[in-house]
């Protein structure tokens, strides 16, 4: 096995091409294949991408998020879709309690929202990946791309500013 190496270089590209995206976000698997045992990518996520609210139930999956730069959110939910937990994560930050690493348990609904331009993630899920049952999306969240995305990432940046 090749010795990995993730620069600063390779981040920037990254967040340029989040930013270029329609969706506001760009990943990059790092995995070689989806049988690996660990799916690993980094994630740039801008503050105008909607990731609608999921869980890994189907194939239960703990999810770990290692915040590599800037400052995000993460919600969780109940079944009905009222907000649980907001927990934010990030690069540390003099003076501000805020985590560097979140871990979300199988069956968990939950999305995460960028409060800073050019924030990135690093994703780490057991394998092997099944790309059939990815994940569950929450019913009762709007689908990605439809009008009612903005309107629900609009009110999650609310709750945050509360």
């Known amino acids: 096995m090749k ?18 995206s329609p969706r506001c976000r760009q990943h990059r698997n790092i995995h ?8 690993r990518l980094f994630n740039a996520v801008e503050p105008d991408s909607y990731i609608r609210p999921h869980r890994h139930g189907i194939i239960p999956r ?4 290692i ?8 919600f969780t939910f109940d079944d009905e879709g009222d907000v649980v937990n907001m927990v934010p994560f990030g690069v540390y ?5 805020i985590a560097a690493v979140v871990e979300i348990p199988p069956g ?18 057991a394998g092997p990946f099944d790309p059939e049952h ?8 709007p689908e990605d791309g439809s009008v009612e995305a903005m309107g629900y990432l609009r009110w999650l940046f609310e709750l945050v500013d509360r």
């Open 3 to 20: 010795l990995k190496v993730f620069s600063s270089n390779f981040l920037d590209e990254l967040i340029s091409d989040a930013v270029a």
């Open 67 to 74: 915040a590599i730069r800037g400052l995000m959110m993460l």
């Open 134 to 141: 990815p994940k569950e999306m929450a019913p009762w969240a």
């Open 108 to 125: 968990c609904w939950h999305t995460v929202i960028a409060l800073e331009p050019g924030s990135v993630m690093l994703e780490l899920k």
């Open 62 to 65: 703990v999810e770990t998020m």
């Open 32 to 39: 070689e294949d989806y049988s690996e045992s660990v799916q």
């Open 93 to 97: 930050r003099e003076g501000k309690d």
